[in-house]
């Protein structure tokens, strides 16, 4: 079940009083804590009703109000949006949220609509069907794509070598001897049981997946890894790097989109363009 958690305005969210370290650090792990269950999938604070407009609609008249504006008991500080298993276990989440205001408030559960609300209402399945279809289109425009690395039995040493030279984060390394599900026998070459089955790291912003796969080796083909930093000298750090026993196919270079751009391909047969961030 979708719903949306809209937390009231007060005096103080009104005035534009912003909230105390001690708020903001207990509100952050609550955060943390509604990320972790799964609940949480978005969440925003609003600024004061003076800084908002309302647009008022009387048949085809369209009157436009700005803010501030009265009943403050009435008026929105902010919302999140959580998936939860009912209207209970809302409330139990929500009971569990510090108080946000540093006055007495208040934070009000609302459901949303599903489609199958509006089954019931007559000559609506053309709409309903092109609701549905938009609402498809939306959701695959929040799909994540990750690329896959195989890297034929240097994940490891891969991963370790862009944490020291590009700054990489790994986040997870799972070995095929880590498996919760038995490996089929005779998936893997002999020794291999201690080889990386499944890694995620980031290189500045982007996530990626890595695996020593299940055969020997692998042949990185037909694509390359874009990686863009802020000036020339973390280009040439990272590039000198990247072509330490590696192969470099294009030097550092000035370019019609980039002040500086060459492309190389490291030690472990990955392909990467690096470039310094081109004038938009």
């Known amino acids: 079940m979708k719903v949306m958690i809209i937390v009231k305005a007060t005096a103080s969210s009104e005035a534009g009083e912003m909230p105390d370290p001690a708020l903001m650090e207990a509100m952050g792990k609550y955060n943390e804590e509604l990320v972790k269950a ?3 999938q978005s969440g925003e604070g609003l600024k004061p009703s003076k800084e908002g407009f309302r647009v008022r609609f009387d048949g085809d008249s369209r009157e436009v109000n700005r803010g501030p504006f009265p009943a403050t008991s009435e008026l929105i500080a902010g919302f999140w949006i959580w998936e939860v298993k009912n209207l ?16 007495s408030s ?3 559960i609302r459901p949303f609509f599903e489609m199958s609300d509006f089954e019931e209402i007559p000559d609506t399945a053309d709409t309903l069907e092109k609701e549905d279809e938009m609402r498809q289109q939306l959701a695959l425009r929040e799909a994540q794509t990750n690329t896959y690395l195989f890297l034929g039995n240097r994940t490891e040493e891969a991963l ?10 790994i986040h997870t390394m799972m070995r095929f001897s880590e498996s919760p599900d038995p490996i089929p026998e005779g998936a893997l070459p002999p020794g291999a049981e201690n080889g990386i089955m499944h890694a995620e790291f980031s290189v500045g912003t982007t996530k990626l997946f890595a695996s020593d796969g299940c055969g020997d080796a692998s042949n990185p083909a037909g694509f390359s890894i874009a990686f863009t930093v802020a000036n020339a000298e973390l280009a040439k750090t990272a590039f000198d790097a990247l072509a330490d026993g590696g192969e470099v196919t294009m030097p550092l270079q000035e370019t019609f989109w980039s002040p500086l751009y060459g492309q190389v391909k490291d030690r472990f047969g990955l392909p990467w363009m690096v470039m310094v961030e081109g004038e938009q």
Do not use: D, F, T
């Not at 209970?88 to 006055?103: L, Q, T, Y």
């Not at 370790?160 to 984060?169: I, N, P």
């Open 160 to 169: 370790k070598y862009y944490e020291q030279h590009l700054g990489a984060v």
């Open 106 to 108: 208040e934070i009000e």
């Open 88 to 103: 209970e276990h809302a409330i139990e989440w929500v009971k569990r949220c510090p108080n946000p205001m540093p006055e």
């Open 38 to 40: 799964g609940i949480m």
